[in-house]
Each structure stands twice: as C-alpha cells, then as structure tokens.
C-alpha cells in the first residue's frame, strides 16, 4: 500500500510518464460506470466502495499495459471483474451468495457495450418503474435491496413469514423486469 501512495505523491521527483495524464482523466470519468459494473457482481451492502478503490490502483499500477486509444472501459471493467471475484472469494468463508466467474463475464460484456447515456437512461426508466409501485412496495424494495436487510429481518419489520415475503419480492421482481422491458422496446421503436 506505501508503494501505491508513492507512485500518485505529486511530490516525488519521478516525472509522469507521457500518457499518465490521458490515463488519470480516463479512471475519472470512468468512476460511475464502474461503480455501477461493480453494483451488479457485488452482493447488497458489498464494499463498492473500497473495491473500486482498489480498481482505480490496480489500472494505475497496471497503466503502462493500456494502450492508449483502445477501449479503456473494456480494459477497467475487466479489472474491475478480477478485483470482484478477488473479493468474493474472500468472503466465501462467510457464506455470502455468490455467482461463477461465467456469469460476472457475461454482465462485464454487456455493461462494458451499453453507452453511458444508454445507462443512465435504463436507471431513469428503472427509477420510473418503481414510482409504478405502491408506496407500500416501494419501501419494502427500498429496505431489501437498497438497505441491505435480510430476507429475516424484513419479514420482521412487515410482520410477513418468509415464504410470502419471498413471493412477493419475486412478483415485484418480475413486475419491474417487465416495466423496464415495456419501456426499453418503447424507445426502441
């Protein structure tokens, strides 16, 4: 961690090698869309933040590998993917629910594809889709995915059993995929 410090101390007298500037505003205007990718292949309450700082060292120790004018989105989302599955299997021993490497690159591939503009249209769309719900329903997704809370203890709070609270996320899962669908095909034509 020292050695990392050292490389990005505006004060040594190492000179920036040529490209290290086009490669600092690239991490920098890359933070959202990273942030994003990692959202999807880490589990809810996952340290994003102190994964994608652990991204933004491994592309800057890694910089002289980019090739400047090649596809700095492709290239950080894949480290961003080894930095996820470095962390997952970390918490393995934790029992955390985790998914296969296969699977976290096909969601790089597509992430990677989508424009920024595209993404952030599909959270608007996202966002107007739960407005749909019911207030009710809103506040019961807020607190399982936006909180973090369990299965457990949200079934507690709404005073439901498990097995119908499961059942209804799921519903309002598909509710929402179908909404976003509906919309996305929309634009589309």
């Known amino acids: 961690m020292r050695r990392s410090l050292k490389v990005l101390d505006s004060t040594q007298d190492e000179p920036f090698q ?7 505003m690239l991490i920098a205007s890359h933070q959202s869309a990273l ?9 809810v309450g996952g340290d994003v933040e102190d994964i994608l700082q652990r ?20 290239w ?11 962390y997952l299997k970390e918490r393995k021993r934790e029992s955390w629910l ?6 976290a690159a096909l969601v790089e591939e597509e992430m990677a594809s989508r ?31 936006g909180l973090g809370m369990s299965v ?12 119908g ?9 598909g509710s929402l995929r179908d909404c976003l669908e509906r919309k996305m095909l929309r634009e589309e034509s």
């Open 18 to 24: 040529e490209g290290d500037e086009e490669v600092m």
């Open 35 to 43: 942030q994003s990718f990692l959202r999807t292949l880490l589990p």
């Open 55 to 74: 991204v933004n060292l491994v592309v800057w120790r890694k910089r002289s590998q980019f090739v400047l004018g090649s596809n700095f989105k492709a």
């Open 76 to 86: 950080s989302f894949a480290v961003a993917r080894w930095e996820a599955l470095s």
């Open 98 to 103: 985790l998914f296969d490497s296969e699977l």
């Open 115 to 145: 424009s920024e503009p595209k993404w952030r249209k599909y959270q608007e769309e996202l966002a107007d889709c739960l407005r749909e719900l019911s207030s009710e329903n809103q506040h019961l997704i807020h607190d399982r995915y």
């Open 152 to 163: 457990k203890e949200c079934s507690r709070k709404w005073k439901r059993s498990e097995g």
């Open 165 to 173: 609270l499961r059942v209804t996320l799921h519903r309002l899962r």
